[in-house]
C-alpha cells in the first residue's frame, strides 16, 4: 500500500521531464507490438526497435509497449510519436494518480490502474495510454492478459471494433479496464461474505485481524477507483470530442466503472460496520467475564470474613471450645454462598 511513498523518492531533486523509472523491479526486455488493421485486414509486428515503428495511414494504429523500467525504451516511443517528455515522467512513474489530460491539441493522455487480486490481497499496476485519431498507444508495466480480449476481436474482425475509429478501441481498452476492476470488487465481496458467516461467532483477535486486513484493502481499491470519476467525466465532456457514435459505449463503460464505486464505498461501509460490531462484541463477553469474576470474588468475601475471624487463634473465644462449632461454621459459610447464588441468579448477573 505504501510503495508509491518508497517509488517517489526515486525522484527527489529530479527536474521536470526527467525520464526516471519509479515502479517495481523488471528483469525482461520491454518491446512493443504493433497493430494497424482496418475493416477487412490486419498488419501486425513486433519492431526490432522503437525506432522502426511504422504508422500507418488510413488505418487505426494500436502499439502496445511492454515494460516501462528502461527509461530509452520509453524515450524512443515517445520521440517516434511525438509524445512530449512531461508526458513520458508520467509514464514512467508508476505511482502517477488515475488522470485524463490532453498532452497536445491532437493528443490525450490517459492513466488508470489495471487491479488484480492475489491471495486477498489487492496489487496495481499502471496503465498509461495516448489517444489520436487514427492512434492508440499503450504502455504497461508486464505482460498481462489485460488486452486479450480486445487483440481477440481485433485478429479475428469479429464485432464493430475492426470497423471502428481509434476513439472505439480507446474506449474498448478502457472497458477491460474496468472490468477488470469490477472482478476485484467482486473477489473481495466474497471475502467480506465469507467473514460475515463468522461474525458473532468467532470473537478472536485472529478474526478481527482479517476484517482489519480486509479493510485495508478495500481502502486501497476505493482511493484507486475514485480518481476514475475525474477521467469519464472529462471524456464524456464536449472538448474532449469523443464521436457520438462512441459515446453510447462510453456511457456504459461509465455505467459499469460507477458501480465499481459504488460498490467499493459501500463495501468499506460494511466492513467498519463489521468491525465496530466485533469490537462491541468482544467488550460484551469481556464485561461478562469480568462480571463472574466480580460474582465469585463477592461470593468469598463474607467467607473470607469468617474464615479469617475464626482462625484468630484467641485463648478466649468460646466457640472454638464448641463440639460442633466446625460443622456449624461450615453450616453457616454454605447459607452464605447458597444464598449468595440464588441472589446474583435472581438478579441474572451469573
Not at 474496468?178 to 463468522?198: I, T, Y
Not at 465532456?237 to 458501480?259: C, N, R
Amino acid at each position: 500500500m505504501f510503495d508509491f511513498i518508497k517509488w517517489n523518492r526515486v525522484k527527489l531533486d529530479a527536474a521536470p521531464g526527467t525520464l526516471v523509472y519509479a515502479g517495481a523491479k523488471r528483469d525482461f526486455t520491454p518491446y512493443v507490438a504493433t497493430f494497424a488493421y482496418g475493416p477487412d485486414d490486419l498488419a501486425e509486428q513486433r519492431p526490432e526497435s522503437p525506432e522502426a515503428i511504422v504508422l500507418e495511414e488510413g488505418r487505426v494504429n494500436l502499439l502496445v509497449a511492454v515494460g516501462i523500467h528502461q527509461p530509452e525504451f520509453v524515450k524512443g516511443i515517445g520521440a517516434r510519436l511525438s509524445i512530449p517528455p512531461l508526458f513520458l515522467e508520467d509514464v514512467l512513474n508508476t505511482g502517477q494518480r488515475a488522470q485524463f489530460v490532453w498532452a497536445d491539441d491532437d493528443t490525450g493522455f490517459i492513466v488508470m490502474k489495471h487491479l488484480m487480486v492475489n491471495g486477498g490481497i489487492l496489487s496495481t499496476e499502471q496503465v498509461s495510454l495516448f489517444w489520436r485519431e487514427n492512434m492508440v498507444a499503450v504502455f504497461l508495466e508486464r505482460e498481462s492478459d489485460l488486452l486479450g480480449g480486445v487483440l481477440a476481436r481485433i485478429r479475428k474482425g469479429k464485432g464493430r471494433i475492426r470497423r471502428s475509429d481509434a476513439a472505439y478501441l480507446m474506449v474498448a481498452i478502457l472497458d477491460a479496464l474496468v472490468d477488470q476492476h469490477m472482478l476485484a470488487l467482486a473477489r473481495f465481496s466474497e471475502a467480506a461474505q465469507a467473514l460475515e458467516s463468522r461474525l458473532g461467532a468467532d470473537v478472536s483477535s485472529d478474526f478481527l485481524g482479517d476484517l482489519y486486513e480486509l479493510k485495508r484493502e478495500i481502502i486501497l481499491l476505493r482511493n484507486t477507483l475514485l480518481p476514475d470519476r475525474e477521467i469519464f467525466k472529462s471524456l464524456q465532456a464536449d472538448d474532449a470530442e469523443v464521436p457520438a457514435a462512441v459515446q453510447p459505449f462510453l456511457e456504459d463503460v461509465v455505467g459499469h466503472s460507477e458501480q465499481a464505486m459504488e460498490g467499493a464505498v459501500s463495501l468499506h461501509d460494511i466492513l467498519k460496520s463489521m468491525i465496530d460490531y466485533q469490537i462491541s462484541l468482544f467488550g460484551i463477553r469481556t464485561n461478562k467475564t469480568m462480571q463472574l469474576l466480580t460474582v465469585i470474588a463477592t461470593i468469598f468475601i463474607p467467607l473470607t470474613f469468617i474464615a479469617g475471624l475464626y482462625g484468630m487463634n484467641f485463648r478466649y473465644m468460646p466457640e472454638l471450645e464448641w463440639r460442633y462449632g466446625y460443622f456449624i461454621v461450615l453450616g453457616v459459610m454454605a447459607v452464605i454462598g447458597v444464598g449468595m447464588l440464588w441472589f446474583f441468579n435472581r438478579k441474572k448477573m451469573l
